[in-house]
């Protein structure tokens, strides 16, 4: 039972275009939400968050939006640049029940020249 | 500053064997966690660490699966016997507080292959 999905397994973007990566969720008591970036053979490094009392979330390119009545989040990168190109994961914490994090599958995310 | 460090970054192993991971939290990090990721699924959550106490270990797959963190530094994840659904990607992350709206930074991973 997979409580956090990213149902787009690879997104394809013209460099300089935008790139919207998208994640939903089942448990309403996430209060938490990261997007993680990962390259190959590396660990996942922390991209930005949102907390729930909140819906939307901009550092620099990168904008996170929370729909929280959808049970929907999106990542936008404005714009993209070929370096963005790696798998990108969506996480989400209930902070009343430890600090575990439930990841989604992943989004491979390839921005072209 | 540096960041999560991980120890063996790749380990192959034959089935039976014994097989000790290691994590080097970030410094001054009281919390320490564990995640794998098998076959290309999602990073699953294994355990939590508060310092040298396990706050959470409710992701630990079974007994073959041994962590600690005496001194509540480092923290090593020990398989014994190691089976053939154990090959993944290990990971370690750390977090300062561990409070509401923690970050956790991750580590390279230890990619385990159990043969």
């Known amino acids: 039972d997979q409580q956090v999905k990213q149902n787009s397994p690879s997104l394809s973007v013209q460099e300089g275009r935008i790139s919207i990566l998208n994640c939903d969720y089942t448990?309403?008591?996430?209060?938490?939400f990261l997007w993680y970036k990962k390259y190959p053979a590396e660990g996942p490094t922390f991209l930005i968050s949102?907390?729930?009392?909140?819906d939307k979330n901009e550092d620099g390119r990168f904008t996170v939006f929370l729909n929280k009545s959808a049970k929907h989040l999106s990542l936008h990168i404005v714009p993209s640049q070929p370096g963005d190109s790696a798998v990108y994961f969506c996480a989400a914490s209930d902070n009343n029940a430890g600090n575990m994090l439930t990841f989604g599958g992943g989004t491979r995310l390839m921005v072209k020249p | 500053e540096a960041g999560v460090t991980q120890f063996p970054s790749h380990s192959v192993i034959e089935k039976g064997q014994t097989v000790t991971l290691r994590c080097d939290p970030i410094s001054g990090h009281d919390n320490l966690y564990w995640y794998r990721r098998v076959m290309g699924k999602e990073i699953k959550f294994l355990l939590h660490f508060v310092k040298e106490s396990k706050q959470d270990e409710s992701g630990m797959p079974n007994n073959r699966f041994l962590a600690e963190r005496t001194g509540g530094t480092y923290s090593t994840l020990k398989v014994q016997p190691a089976e053939l659904e154990d090959s993944g990607v290990y990971f370690c992350a750390s977090s300062q507080w561990g409070g509401k709206a923690d970050t956790q930074y991750f580590g390279p991973g230890t990619r385990l292959t159990v043969l």
């Open positions: 949102i907390s729930s009392i909140k």
């Open positions: 448990n309403s008591m996430f209060d938490y």
